[in-house]
């Protein structure tokens, strides 16, 4: 058992059934001394309990705005907890168990602070997107699509204060100086996200994540110069081995190939800098909207408070 306040986070898009509940709440009272659940639902989603629910830790059931995205409304959750370990877990409740908590609570023993349980990824345009991005990723700080998370209270507190910086989760995690260790799970990764809001997170990984809006007009701008270069070296060849004198479109390549090598170089660094100065620029958004909680002992009603 661990002797700590451990937090259990779950973005779901409905509201669990008050058995399975239950079930996690027996689950954590096996593994930690004390423990709440914050489950984080969608705006307009039924947010009430339909039975009287009977747990050992309080439930809290927070609810996001109408536009907040699938990292802010974890983000809205991690903001709630107050454990000194937080667990966010977006694969199937019914796996929760006592066994699943302890493995991504057992590596803090050692000092690890954040824990990663990496899914199945089934689709194959995924895999290849994730190799893409981390490609142009440093090494060191690989992307990995997660189903759940267990982080220290240090750690929470790294994310929540970055967030005023990169709204991207997988981001700020892949990026967070802490020991950390991760272990795969037999589950398919969880998207209750639509088409369009996955396009939207796929091309901030792409863009805001890596090196693409630098790495694309510097390969690029390379190509250009060695356009420009080689049209150079041919028209210098031409003269020294034949004795003519290069035509007006071999001066033109040249010049083409390089004024296109300055001008790519220009927009890689001009980006590297917008990125900066927007990263700067931005500001957290809290996108709670309502919080209901119900304290540990059945029959009791909620209370209900507005987070600004």
Known sequence: MKRAYVSMVLPVPVVPAVRVIQNIDAALAQQARAHEIVIVTPYGQSHMLEDAIAVRGPVSIVTTHLRSTRDGAIVAGLARSVGDFVIEWRGPLDEINSQLIDTLLAPSDVGVELVEAIGVEKSQASRLFNATVNSLRPRQAPLRKTIG?????????????????????DVLV??????????????????????????????????KGTRFGTAIPLMLAAISALFGLGSAVYALGLLLLRGQTPEGWTTLMVVIGLGQAAILTMLGLTWARMDALTRGLSRPMDVTAETLVWAPSSGVQPDVGELK
Request: hydrophobic content about 40%; proline content about 7%; cysteine-free.
């Open 149 to 169: 998370r267990a982080y220290s209270r240090r750690a929470v507190q790294a994310i929540l204060g970055a967030t005023a910086f990169e709204p991207q989760l």
């Open 174 to 207: 892949a990026e967070l100086p802490v020991h950390r260790a991760s272990y795969s799970v037999p589950y398919p990764n969880a998207h209750h996200e639509s088409l369009a809001q996955r396009l939207s997170d796929g091309f901030a990984l792409l863009s």
